[in-house]
C-alpha cells in the first residue's frame, strides 16, 4: 500500500524549509560563538543572541534541534564552540553548561513565546520569553561551573553569571527587535504547532 504524498508530508517531523532553517540557525550558532572577548573562565560571546533568535523565530523542536545541531557538530570535532573549540571535553568542561543550557533556552523560549502570543502583547510575550531563556543558560551554567570547577555558588556567581547579567539583557533586547523585523519580511514564518 502506498500512501498518499500529502500524508507523507504530514507526517514528517520537520519539511524541508524547516530542515533548512534549522541548518542555518546552527551556522549562527556557529558563527557566533567566535565572536568572542575572553574575561576569564567564560567568554562574552554572541551565542545567547542567536539561541535568543532562534528561540523567538522557530517552532518549539526545530529551535531545539538547531542548537542540537550545533552541539553534535562541536562534540564530533568540528569547531564550532568559542575560540574554535570543539570535542566532547568542552562538553563536560567547566563552560559545557552553557552549551547545554542554549538548547533547554532555546526550547523554552519557543514554548512560551507559544503560550504567551495572544495573552499578552507581543513584545511582552518575547522579553519574558528571553529573560527565561537568559535564566535558564545561566542555571545550566552555573551549576556546571560549580561541579567541575569546584567554585562554591557564590564564586560561581561572580565568575559565570554577574558579568553577563547586563550584555545579556541587551542581547535579549536586540534579539526580540531582530525578530520583529525579520518577521516583518515574511522569511521566517511563526510557527503554528509544536
Known amino acids: 500500500m502506498t500512501s498518499s504524498p500529502a500524508l507523507a508530508t504530514r507526517d514528517r517531523l520537520f519539511s524541508v524549509r524547516d530542515v533548512t532553517t534549522i541548518a542555518l540557525f546552527a551556522a549562527v550558532i556557529s558563527a557566533s560563538a567566535q565572536?568572542?572577548?575572553?574575561?576569564?573562565?567564560?567568554?562574552?560571546?554572541?551565542?545567547?543572541?542567536?539561541?535568543l533568535l532562534a528561540g523567538l523565530l522557530l517552532r518549539p523542536l526545530?529551535?531545539?534541534?538547531?542548537?542540537?545541531v550545533y552541539l553534535l557538530l562541536g562534540a564530533a570535532g568540528v569547531p564550532v564552540f568559542a575560540g574554535f573549540a570543539s570535542g566532547i571535553g568542552v562538553l563536560i568542561g567547566p563552560t559545557g553548561g552553557y552549551?547545554?543550557?542554549?538548547?533547554?533556552?532555546?526550547?523554552?523560549v519557543a514554548l512560551l513565546v507559544k503560550a504567551l502570543c495572544g495573552r499578552v502583547a507581543p513584545i511582552i510575550a518575547e522579553g519574558v520569553a528571553c529573560a527565561v531563556g537568559?535564566?535558564?543558560?545561566?542555571?545550566?551554567g552555573w551549576a556546571q561551573l560549580m561541579l567541575v570547577a569546584g567554585l562554591s555558588p557564590a564564586e560561581a556567581f561572580i565568575g559565570g553569571v554577574a558579568p553577563f547579567i547586563a550584555l545579556d539583557a541587551a542581547k535579549a533586547a536586540v534579539a526580540v527587535g531582530v525578530a520583529s523585523s525579520i518577521r516583518r519580511t515574511g522569511l521566517v514564518s511563526v510557527r503554528a504547532t509544536a
Open 99 to 108: 552549551l547545554f543550557g542554549f538548547a533547554a533556552a532555546a526550547l523554552a
Open 62 to 68: 526545530a529551535a531545539f534541534a538547531a542548537v542540537g
Open 134 to 140: 537568559v535564566a535558564v543558560i545561566y542555571a545550566f
Open 35 to 51: 565572536v568572542s572577548i575572553p574575561i576569564g573562565a567564560v567568554p562574552i560571546t554572541l551565542q545567547v543572541f542567536a539561541v
